[in-house]
């Protein structure tokens, strides 16, 4: 079955480090998405990448980095610059053209220990 | 940027229950998508409706864009319809598919 994979489900930070998020599809879209999701808020865009090769800003990107070097990946590093990294990270991605919606992973839980 | 609001921010039904959601964009918009996340976290597209109205099931939703609205109905609700709903859109000037979401809806449904 076609989907969005992102992993690890739960990972957890120390102070002054960079982890990495990884997001997988196979649906063969074209354009991804990483979002970040707080307690009782609605999702805000960290990043988003439309072809391969690049990507956009979204409205907190400050502390994150992302490439696009393949269409089916787009991982998202969270770095020691992020201030409240501390957080639920959800991917997703959506086929071109009029009419579709979102796919979304399944999310990555990051707790700053 | 466009603005999603929604309400009520939290609501609470008996199974069996009828139950409307509204959701209100500051500007006009050519994407605007209803979300189910349930409690594990997953979200889950339930509609593409920049405009008219859809059903699927026991859920339907209406936008009316002149009036930048749109409300997603739930009926005879069952305890597993729990979860936040949520309501993002992208305005018309946009070509991206880059969503704005609203803070959501926390539905609960009791036995």
């Known amino acids: 079955d076609g989907g969005i994979t992102q992993s690890p489900k739960y990972l957890f930070r120390k102070e002054g480090q960079n982890v990495t998020l990884s997001c997988e599809q196979n649906?063969?879209?074209?354009?991804m998405y990483w979002y970040r999701q707080d307690p009782g808020q609605g999702l805000r865009l960290i990043y988003y990448?439309?072809?391969?090769?690049?990507?956009q800003k979204g409205d907190i990107a400050e502390g994150y980095s992302v490439s696009r070097e393949k269409k089916e990946s787009f991982p998202l590093t969270v770095t020691s610059a992020q201030k409240n990294p501390t957080a639920f990270y959800l991917c997703?991605?959506?086929?071109?053209?009029?009419?579709?919606?979102?796919?979304f992973g399944s999310g990555t839980r990051l707790t700053v220990v | 940027g466009i603005q999603v609001e929604q309400s009520p921010p939290d609501l609470i039904l008996q199974e069996g229950a009828n139950s409307t959601l509204r959701c209100n964009f500051s500007?006009?918009?050519?994407?605007l998508q209803w979300f189910h996340q349930n409690p594990w976290g997953q979200l889950i597209n339930l509609f593409y409706i920049p405009s008219g109205t859809k059903q699927n099931g026991r859920l339907s939703a209406t936008t009316v864009a002149t009036e930048r609205y749109s409300l997603l109905y739930i009926s005879s609700s069952q305890t597993t319809d729990s979860g936040v709903y949520f309501c993002?859109?992208?305005?018309?000037?946009?070509?991206?598919?880059?969503?704005?979401f609203g803070k959501g809806t926390l539905l609960t449904v009791n036995p």
């Open positions: 993002a859109a992208e305005n018309s000037g946009g070509s991206n598919y880059k969503l704005t």
């Open positions: 649906l063969n879209h074209d354009a």
């Open positions: 500007d006009s918009v050519n994407n």
């Open positions: 990448s439309q072809i391969v090769n690049d990507f």
């Open positions: 997703a991605s959506i086929r071109d053209g009029i009419g579709y919606g979102y796919t």
